[in-house]
């Protein structure tokens, strides 16, 4: 996925718990509801053994702070750090050059 720039990329790392109840359900839960939002441009999301990256795109900073304050998703924040998640880190970068090859879009 690419897009002209500049844009938002809110890079969220995580190392996952043991307890995952509702986690799957909730992921996807965000994912919809994120691209509801104005400003959003896409998501990218990996993961394996217990470590995840997703990685959200937004038009503009507040756009990405928006989706930040929506109140479901502070539930879900709240959840990760109470349940799903050991450790997480998250970063927000300004894109200021892209460029794209191949067809993996």
Known sequence: MTWPPPYVAVIFTTQRSSDLDGYAEMSARM??????????????????????????????????????????????????VERWYDAYDLRVATVTRSHHFGGHE
């Open 31 to 80: 994912d919809e509801l994120a691209r509801l939002q104005p400003g959003f441009l896409g998501v990218e999301s990996v993961s394996s053994g217990g470590r995840g990256i997703t990685v959200s795109y937004w038009v503009d900073e507040a756009a990405s702070i928006a989706w930040r304050e929506v109140a479901e998703h502070l539930l879900a924040q709240r959840l990760g």
